[in-house]
C-alpha cells in the first residue's frame, strides 16, 4: 500500500508542468494560461508590463496541489492599468491557488488586487501601489494575503476632500443577503502607508485575523471592524507620525469597533480580541460606535497587553451607550501599559456600560485624572497609576516628524515591554489605586 501511495505522488509530481506566461509568447494572458492548469501546475510570468490579468471562474487546484502563480526566476513583472481598468489583479470564484511574487500591482482604478467568493487561496510579496480605491479586497473562505506593501490607496480622497471614503485592505460577505459571511480571512505581516481610508476594514466576516501588520500614517483609523464577529487583532504596530496627511482632521484613531446601518442584515460586533499591539501617537486606541438600532452592541470584547503610546485621547473610549440593551457582557482592559497626553480620562466606559467590564492591571504613566478603577474580581492585581518621568524622545529617520522605520518601533516596543516590567518591580514608586 505504501508503496502504491509513493508511486502515485511520483506520478503526480511527474505531471505536474510548468506554463509560461509572456508579453510576446504564445500566451500572453494569466486567463489563457489557466485554462490549460491542472492541479499541482505552476504558471509563470517572464519579465514584463502586463495590463490586468484575472483568474477565471471555476479555476481550481487541490488542497495538496495547488495551482501556483508566480514569476519566473530573476523575472521583474508590473501588472497596471493606464485606461482605468476596474480591477488590476483578480481572482474569482475559483479555490486552491497560490500567488506568490515579487509582483508590483500599480494604477488600479477601483480594486487593485481582488479575492471573490473563493476558497483557499493565498496571496504573498506583492507591491501595490497608487489605488484609487481598494488595494486589496476579499471575500469567501481561507484567505491569506500577507508579506506585501499597499503605499497609497483610497486616492479618491487624496487629502481628504470628501466627507466618505472606503478601505485600503477590506473583506465582505459572501452573500449579504443572508448574511453568509467570509470566514478565516487573514492579513499578516503587511505594510500599509498613505491611505486615505481604513488601512484595513474587516466588514461581514467572521473568525477574521489582523497580525503583525505595519500601519503608519494612514487616514482615519488604522485598523476598523463593522458588522464582523470572532476575530483577533494582535502583533500590530500603528504608528501616526505624519498628521499633515489630513491637516484639517485632527481625529486619527488606531482600532476602531462600528455597527453601521447600511449592510442588508446586520451583524453585531462580538468576542474581538485586540492584544499584544503597539499603537504610538493616535487620537484614541481603541474606540466603539453603534448606529443600528437592531445590531447595535457590542460583546465578548478583550483589550489586552497592549502598549498606547503618545496618544492623545483616551486609550478605550468605549463612550457610547449601546443602542441594543441586554446584550453585552464579558468586556476586559487588562494588563495595559498608557502614555496618553490626555488629562483627563486615560481610559473611558459609558456609565451604563460599565457593569459589562473587567479592569484590571493596567499600567498608566503620568497624569490623568480619571482612570478606570479595578473592578477585577479575580486576584491578578491592580490598576497602577505609575509617577515615573518619561524623558527620552523617539527618534525618527531624520530627527523631524517622518516615518518610522520598522526596526525603530520594534526597539520602541521592547523598551516600553521593558518599561512596563519595571514599573511592576518599583512598585513602590507607584501610587496604587484602590478598587473601590
Same mark, same amino acid.
Given at each position: +500500500?505504501?508503496?502504491?501511495?509513493?508511486?502515485?505522488?511520483?506520478? !503526480?509530481?511527474?505531471?505536474?508542468?510548468?506554463?509560461?506566461?509572456?508579453?510576446?509568447?504564445?500566451?500572453?494572458?494569466?486567463?489563457?494560461?489557466?485554462?490549460?492548469?491542472?492541479?499541482?501546475?505552476?504558471?509563470?510570468?517572464?519579465?514584463?508590463?502586463?495590463?490586468?490579468?484575472?483568474?477565471?471562474?471555476?479555476?481550481?487546484?487541490?488542497?495538496?496541489?495547488?495551482?501556483?502563480?508566480?514569476?519566473?526566476?530573476? %523575472?521583474?513583472?508590473?501588472?497596471?492599468?493606464?485606461?482605468?481598468?476596474?480591477?488590476?489583479?483578480?481572482?474569482? /470564484?475559483?479555490?486552491?491557488?497560490?500567488? *506568490?511574487?515579487?509582483?508590483?500591482?500599480?494604477? =488600479?482604478?477601483?480594486?487593485?488586487?481582488?479575492?471573490? /467568493?473563493?476558497?483557499?487561496?493565498?496571496?504573498?510579496?506583492?507591491k501595490i501601489f497608487n489605488s484609487t480605491s481598494w488595494a486589496?479586497?476579499?471575500?469567501?473562505? /481561507?484567505?491569506?494575503?500577507?508579506?506585501?506593501?499597499?503605499?497609497?490607496? @483610497? !486616492?479618491?480622497?487624496?487629502?481628504?476632500?470628501?466627507?466618505?471614503?472606503?478601505?485600503?485592505?477590506?473583506?465582505?460577505? *459572501?452573500?449579504?443577503?443572508?448574511?453568509?459571511?467570509?470566514?478565516?480571512?487573514?492579513? *499578516?505581516?503587511?505594510?500599509i502607508v498613505n491611505s486615505y481610508g481604513e488601512a484595513i476594514?474587516?466588514?461581514?466576516?467572521?473568525?477574521?485575523?489582523?497580525?503583525?501588520?505595519?500601519? $503608519?500614517?494612514?487616514?482615519?483609523?488604522?485598523?476598523?471592524?463593522?458588522?464582523?464577529?470572532?476575530?483577533?487583532?494582535?502583533?500590530?504596530?500603528?504608528?501616526?507620525?505624519? $498628521?499633515?496627511?489630513?491637516?484639517?482632521?485632527?481625529?486619527? $484613531? %488606531?482600532?476602531?469597533?462600528?455597527?453601521?446601518?447600511?449592510?442588508?442584515?446586520?451583524?453585531?460586533?462580538?468576542?474581538?480580541?485586540?492584544?499584544?499591539?503597539?499603537?504610538?501617537?493616535?487620537? /484614541?486606541?481603541?474606540?466603539?460606535?453603534?448606529?443600528?438600532?437592531?445590531?447595535?452592541?457590542?460583546?465578548?470584547?478583550?483589550?489586552?497587553?497592549?502598549?498606547?503610546?503618545?496618544?492623545? =485621547?483616551?486609550?478605550?473610549?468605549?463612550?457610547?451607550?449601546?443602542? @441594543?440593551?441586554?446584550?453585552?457582557?464579558?468586556?476586559?482592559?487588562?494588563?495595559?501599559?498608557?502614555?496618553?497626553?490626555?488629562?483627563?480620562?486615560?481610559?473611558?466606559?459609558?456609565?451604563? +456600560?460599565?457593569?459589562?467590564?473587567?479592569?484590571?492591571?493596567?499600567?498608566?504613566?503620568?497624569?490623568?485624572?480619571?482612570?478606570?478603577?479595578?473592578?477585577?474580581?479575580?486576584?491578578?492585581?491592580?490598576?497602577?497609576?505609575?509617577?515615573?518621568?518619561?524623558?527620552?524622545?523617539?527618534?525618527?529617520?531624520?530627527?523631524?516628524?517622518?516615518?518610522?522605520?520598522?526596526a525603530q518601533i520594534k526597539r520602541m516596543k521592547v523598551l516600553?515591554?521593558?518599561?512596563?516590567?519595571?514599573? $511592576?518591580?518599583?512598585?513602590?514608586?507607584?501610587?496604587?489605586?484602590?478598587?473601590?
Open positions: +500500500m505504501s508503496n502504491l501511495v509513493v508511486f502515485s505522488f511520483l506520478l !503526480l509530481i511527474s505531471n505536474s508542468k510548468f506554463i509560461q506566461v509572456s508579453p510576446t509568447g504564445s500566451i500572453t494572458t494569466l486567463k489563457s494560461a489557466c485554462s490549460f492548469a491542472l492541479p499541482g501546475d505552476t504558471i509563470e510570468f517572464l519579465t514584463g508590463n502586463y495590463p490586468p490579468q484575472n483568474v477565471p471562474q471555476n479555476t481550481s487546484g487541490t488542497p495538496t496541489n495547488p495551482i501556483i502563480i508566480r514569476p519566473s526566476l530573476n %523575472a521583474k513583472l508590473v501588472f497596471e492599468t493606464l485606461i482605468g481598468a476596474y480591477n488590476v489583479f483578480s481572482i474569482f /470564484n475559483s479555490s486552491n491557488i497560490q500567488v *506568490i511574487g515579487p509582483f508590483i500591482v500599480r494604477n =488600479g482604478y477601483h480594486r487593485s488586487v481582488v479575492v471573490e /467568493n473563493s476558497t483557499n487561496i493565498t496571496i504573498s510579496n506583492l486589496v479586497y476579499a471575500t469567501g473562505v /481561507n484567505i491569506t494575503v500577507k508579506d506585501s506593501l499597499a503605499d497609497g490607496c @483610497v !486616492l479618491d480622497n487624496l487629502n481628504c476632500r470628501k466627507n466618505s471614503w472606503g478601505q485600503c485592505f477590506s473583506t465582505y460577505a *459572501i452573500d449579504p443577503y443572508i448574511p453568509t459571511l467570509s470566514q478565516n480571512i487573514n492579513y *499578516i505581516n503587511n505594510e476594514d474587516i466588514i461581514l466576516c467572521t473568525d477574521c485575523v489582523v497580525k503583525n501588520n505595519f500601519i $503608519h500614517d494612514v487616514f482615519p483609523i488604522a485598523i476598523y471592524t463593522d458588522n464582523a464577529r470572532n476575530l483577533v487583532f494582535a502583533n500590530n504596530v500603528i504608528t501616526f507620525t505624519n $498628521h499633515s496627511i489630513c491637516t484639517n482632521n485632527s481625529q486619527y $484613531h %488606531a482600532i476602531a469597533i462600528g455597527v453601521e446601518t447600511w449592510p442588508i442584515k446586520c451583524v453585531s460586533t462580538t468576542n474581538i480580541t485586540i492584544t499584544n499591539n503597539f499603537i504610538y501617537g493616535a487620537s /484614541n486606541g481603541v474606540s466603539y460606535w453603534g448606529q443600528s438600532e437592531t445590531c447595535g452592541y457590542y460583546s465578548d470584547i478583550t483589550v489586552s497587553n497592549n502598549v498606547f503610546y503618545n496618544i492623545t =485621547g483616551a486609550a478605550i473610549a468605549f463612550h457610547q451607550d449601546c443602542l @441594543v440593551k441586554g446584550k453585552t457582557y464579558n468586556n476586559q482592559f487588562k494588563n495595559n501599559f498608557v502614555f496618553s497626553t490626555y488629562q483627563w480620562e486615560a481610559a473611558l466606559v459609558n456609565k451604563n +456600560m460599565s457593569n459589562t467590564w473587567n479592569i484590571s492591571a493596567n499600567i498608566y504613566f503620568k497624569g490623568n485624572k480619571n482612570i478606570l478603577k479595578d473592578t477585577w474580581n479575580g486576584t491578578d492585581g491592580k490598576n497602577t497609576r505609575c509617577t515615573l518621568e518619561i524623558t527620552t524622545q523617539l527618534q525618527t529617520t531624520s530627527g523631524k516628524a517622518e516615518h518610522f522605520k520598522i516600553i515591554s521593558k518599561l512596563t516590567v519595571l514599573c $511592576h518591580i518599583t512598585i513602590r514608586r507607584c501610587i496604587i489605586m484602590a478598587s473601590t
